[in-house]
DNA sequence: CTGAAAGCGCTTACAG
DNA sequence: CTGAAAGCGCTTACAG
């Protein structure tokens, strides 16, 4: 009926050779000789040969692609998200013979992720992806993993680095929208401090960054009174200091109208405007679903937030690496813009997050 | 290594029986004796076998299955994008054999439409996909299509009809969010007139619903002054007919702060305002990336649009009904919410449409 | 009602 | 440097 695509034998028939030897040329694995690699690429080209990759996963099942995975584990409601975009990339990818490695760190600090790289490594996988913590970090993870293995960058990059590709938002353009949804919320004009925890960090910066240049720029009739960094390691240290430290910004007065937290502790910024019995005055700008986002955005206490889908971000990650690895040349941007969502309490019960995404990955 | 997957082999030697067989059960065509029925069954049961779609989809190339999509072509910029979710799916889904048969008709008319479902049903199409047209033609379209033949509705639903699911907003919480939004661009307080294209369909009533019960609820500070059907069936029609009324909605005066436009005529609503020189004293709230929203927002003639997604609906819809009739027998939710987002002049650049999702569906 | 066999398009030893 | 053959896990006629 149609015409059909070619197969790998239409071009051995037509080079006259073995598909064996096509094969070969493929992969361009083995030596084949410069008459019959001409003769075979001239046929891939004149039919416009695509290998079929079912066939190819179905053939190549006993040879299995490992893919590592360093994930910290800190911000709980943040990164055990993820775990579930991984899941869903394994149980998408398992067909093709595709196994994922999980290592996790249990703070943000770099010795213990380049433990945790060096232990995926011993598996022996094809490859690796990760998320940066810190700016230095470049030379640090490049001599740590070694050059045949392809990795990339999800959520924060590491600009300078053998990084194959990046996924990730627009910092800087998440700034400019978080001062938009503060002015939105504010309006006629609000007060505003930041709160900025793991603030060393680039993007972290970016999202400062556009937040001012947006309330400069556009003249929004927004005040900041503070940038305040939030300082933490581990899961713990990073609550209470955003905690401790937005109930001091109330207390000390400045007629406070609104904070803005520039990652995804924005709930526990929250807990100390309900403290303050502030809900409705202090408008809470953030990151991020964390577990209570719902209940807290129909109260009140948070305004809106911008979610990045960070499960999304290392579903598509898995499956960009994966085609990689396994020589599907299309031409890979190396610098991947994800969608954010806006989340208000108008919109919560209609976006999928993580873990309510049982059509969202396809 | 690790435990295999048990394959169609194991089961068979399992129970005693030929692999064909157990394929016998596996798609229950062709009469199996009771005993061995049972054994089968009980062999795939403590297993936990699951057939391996790899090497189903590689095995029954030959079987084509063929999946029909019935789209109306008026407002072109919503239905033009939908091509591009179709052809995405096209992608995905040609190297397991499937062929996607699409019909168009060029005017929202049950009439056009019936043909093109008949037509796509000429070609034996294992499935169809359609968006309905009119609220009451659940029994016409039923009784257009063979019971055998399932299909499956996208982005406005045909409740009562015998179709297998649905995907689409929820367009009750969709209008309440556009109240919110409303709202926000016209703080402190706003005078909006509704404009309602397809008025007729219970999809646009529940938008509207949602939005004037959300400004009851809430006490939004919204007066809405009037809600205008507006009439036509083809593109041109719907163009002019919205502009005209637009332009009379601003001259008739009532201090006019902003439009709610329930569909994705908005742009042609924002002409209106630009004409007039009324760009940021009214707003405009709507429906739908079309081609002119980045330079809408980006002069304040369009505040804010929800999006629908509705490519991504599409090749979900397709990638769903691909494997209801492969028998994959995934209990399957027959209505699905679809995400929206929210765009606006902040966002628009990292906002994944039709056009722009190289990525977008992973 | 049941099974042996060929085939889907590719990959992988193996023998030359 | 090259090719014949077996195999990935399933489906599909075909013969009983």
Known sequence: MENQQPTIKDIAKMAGVSIATVDRVLHNRGKVSKKNLDLISAAIETLSYKPNQIARALSSRKSNIKIGLVLPQVESDFWGEIIEGVQAAQAHLSPFGVELITEFSYSYDLDEQLKSINQ???????????????????????????????????????????????????????????????????????????????????????????????????????????????????????????????????????????????????????????????????????????????QYLQSG???????????MQFYKAINLLYEYIIGDQRSLNDNIITECNIIIKENISFVHNGGNSQYGYC
Chains 1, 2 share one sequence.
């Open 120 to 294: 995926v490594l011993k598996m022996n996988v094809n490859g690796l992806i990760m998320t940066p913590l810190y700016d230095g970090s470049s030379d640090i993870v490049d001599r740590c993993i070694p050059k045949e293995v392809p990795y990339a960058t999800v959520i924060d990059d590491m600009p300078g680095s053998r990084r194959l590709f990046h996924i990730g938002p627009d910092d800087f353009a998440i700034g400019n929208l978080a001062a938009r949804l503060t002015e939105l919320y504010c309006r006629p004009r609000g007060n505003v401090v930041i709160l900025s925890p793991n603030n060393s960090l680039i993007e972290t910066q970016q999202r400062i960054s556009g937040f001012v240049s947006k309330v400069k720029q556009e003249q929004l009739a927004l005040n900041i009174l503070q940038i305040i960094p939030i300082p933490g390691k581990t899961e713990k240290c990073m609550y209470q200091n955003i905690y401790i430290t937005a109930l001091e910004c109330i207390k000390n007065g400045h007629n406070l109208d609104a904070f803005y937290v520039t990652n995804g502790l924005t709930q526990w910024c929250a807990d100390a405007v309900v403290e303050s019995g502030l809900v409705g005055k202090v408008k809470v700008i953030g990151h991020e679903y964390t577990s209570k986002l719902p």
């Open 301 to 311: 206490a948070i305004s809106a937030v911008i979610y990045q889908k960070p499960a």
